[in-house]
């Protein structure tokens, strides 16, 4: 069965700072991997994907992630973190395939961010 | 272009009731996913449908059911209601399943 770990539950970084945030997944064949961001009461918005190819994949908001199959990674960044990414983070990992598969999110990481 | 869309935005129900979200997918998406996010937790698949057939269905128990319609829409229906069916509840849409576009939810207070 595929299983997503992010193994930070809050994350605090100064605004202007860098940020990382780890995913771990298992899954027995080719992943597709997401992140989102999630503002409190809000539905979740995609940042990014990796679905074959380039393994540093670029997002939105200036966000992103690279992909390293030997450490079942998929870590997200940022080089300088603004107020408003203050939000939680979802990593997700879907079924490669016929395309019509559920995701399985991790746990999220709440970040916050200081003046 | 509109997205993805849910109603009602929040809920309030007694333990045993039923209740009924809706959701309007993207336009020219044939699939929907629902997910069931409690409280400081991340979503959790309960069923996914595809041109009005389920398509696959996660650790939900049989009182979780869902519609699709021919528009694509489609509703989520939750009988017996029980305390812990309190949470956020997200649809998401999609062309292809595995890039996956979320509503904003429905709050459902289960009291």
């Known amino acids: 069965a595929q299983s997503v770990t992010q193994p930070d539950i809050h994350i605090t970084v100064s605004e202007g700072a860098s940020l990382e945030l780890r995913c771990n997944y298992s899954?027995?064949?080719?992943?597709?991997l997401f992140w989102y961001v999630q503002s409190p009461g809000q539905g979740l918005q995609l940042l990014l994907k990796y679905f074959s190819g380039d393994t540093l994949v670029q997002g939105i908001k200036g966000f992103e992630a690279e992909f390293k199959r030997s450490q079942s990674s998929f870590n997200l960044r940022k080089p300088s973190v603004h107020w408003s990414d203050a939000a939680e983070y979802f990593c997700?990992?879907?079924?490669?395939?016929?395309?019509?598969?559920?995701?399985?999110f991790g746990s999220g990481t709440r970040l916050q961010v200081q003046p | 272009e509109t997205g993805v869309t849910q109603s009602p935005t929040h809920l309030i129900k007694t333990r045993g009731q039923q209740v009924t979200l809706r959701c309007s997918s993207q336009s020219g998406h044939n699939t929907v996913s629902w997910y069931q996010q409690a409280l400081g937790q991340g979503p959790q698949f309960i069923f996914q449908y595809y041109r009005e057939e389920e398509n696959g269905r996660g650790n939900f128990p049989p009182r979780f059911s869902g519609l699709q319609f021919p528009n694509y829409s489609s509703e989520l229906n939750v009988n017996a209601l029980e305390l812990d069916d309190s949470a956020l509840y997200l649809c998401?849409?999609?062309?292809?399943?595995?890039?996956?576009?979320f509503g904003p939810g429905t709050r459902l207070t289960v009291l």
């Open positions: 998401a849409s999609s062309f292809d399943a595995n890039e996956q576009f």
């Open positions: 899954y027995g064949a080719t992943p597709y």
């Open positions: 997700a990992v879907g079924a490669s395939g016929t395309g019509r598969r559920a995701l399985t």
